[in-house]
């Protein structure tokens, strides 16, 4: 009888495995069509100067609405698309978007715009050998402030593709702004910033708020920032949730953050609905309505 369950255990668990692999398979497959079917969207997430948590950028995060599994999250989607190939087109689709927006909040807002437009760039696309030249070329198609560009890459995806440091340098060549993500849960942080010359270092939010932000992860955002600033780097704490976890980040001498305290990943137009003062917001939305 033993026998019998333990073969029945197997047999749970084989299906389990099964239909995991059979939605994993599945996403990767409608992710070839998400973008015809116009299924992806952008939200915006504010980065706020510390203490006054003035919003004075936004990070861009795509978001797949799949029509009958409903929102799936991008730390499941990306991977797929990384590996089957769509990364490239998804996120040549995100810059250009993303650009868009910025260049339009530009017009609309003029010095109220949000000044620092962040996007996230795979390595996969840092690694196509006409990256650079299409950056180039939604920049000036979308009329984009290039200066306000801050593009995102994961110290994992720079080392595991190996090519994307030429197409870092380049970038920063040609004056657009490069960020290293997720700074921390990588193997070889600390080395990395001597090889990769980047702009700004995004402190990981699992030093800022996870288990780690407690005890060894505090005393390590409170160092990395006298090295930043020594390497004249600058440092954006992510993940902030609480006002004791900003208040501390800006003891240790912070001066970028974002997290879920100052503002939720949202649509653009609640974005447009914080950056104007208010009676001028009501105005434009009266003008709108
Ligand atoms: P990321 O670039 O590190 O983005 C920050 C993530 O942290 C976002 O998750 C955001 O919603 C979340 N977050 C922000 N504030 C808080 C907070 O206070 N607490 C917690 N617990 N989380 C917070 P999201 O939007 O689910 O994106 C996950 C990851 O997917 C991103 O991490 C990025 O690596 C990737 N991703 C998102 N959009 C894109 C994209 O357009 N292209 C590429 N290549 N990757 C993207
Ligand atoms: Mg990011
Ligand atoms: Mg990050
Ligand atoms: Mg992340």
Avoid at 176 to 181: M, T
Wanted: proline share 5%.
């Amino acid at each position: 009888e033993a026998k019998a369950r333990g073969g029945d255990r197997r047999h749970w668990f084989d299906a389990a495995m099964d239909e995991q692999a059979q939605r994993t398979a599945r996403l990767s497959a409608d992710l070839l069509t998400a973008l015809d079917r116009d299924e992806l969207f952008l939200l915006y997430q504010p980065i706020v100067e510390l203490p006054s948590g003035r919003a004075t950028g936004v990070e861009v995060l795509l978001r797949w609405q799949h029509p009958t599994l409903g929102l799936v999250s991008p730390d499941v989607f990306i991977p797929l698309a990384e590996r089957n190939g769509r990364i490239v087109e998804i996120g040549r689709w995100v810059l250009e978007n993303a650009c868009r927006q910025a260049a339009a909040w530009h017009r609309r807002f003029g010095p109220h715009a949000p000044s620092k437009i962040s996007i996230n760039v795979s390595a996969r696309q840092l690694a196509e050998p006409g990256f650079v030249g299409e950056v180039e070329d939604i920049v000036s198609r979308t009329g984009v402030d290039r200066a306000s560009l801050l593009l995102e890459v994961t110290e994992t995806a720079v080392l595991e593709a190996g090519a994307p440091l030429e197409a870092v340098r380049e970038l920063r060549e040609r004056g657009l702004r490069v960020a290293l993500d997720d700074f921390g849960t990588g193997q070889s942080s600390l080395s990395l910033l001597l090889t990769v010359p980047v702009d700004v270092l995004k402190v990981d939010k699992s030093f800022v708020s996870g288990d780690a932000a407690d005890h060894a992860g505090a005393v390590i955002v409170e160092h990395l920032i006298g090295f930043t600033n020594g390497l004249r780097i600058e440092a954006v704490a992510e993940g902030v949730e609480t006002e004791d976890q900003a208040h501390r980040l800006h003891a240790a001498g912070y001066s970028l953050a974002q997290g879920y305290l100052f503002g939720h990943p949202a649509p653009a137009a609640d974005i447009e609905a914080g950056l104007l003062p208010v009676p001028l917001a009501q105005a434009v939305a009266d003008r709108t309505a």
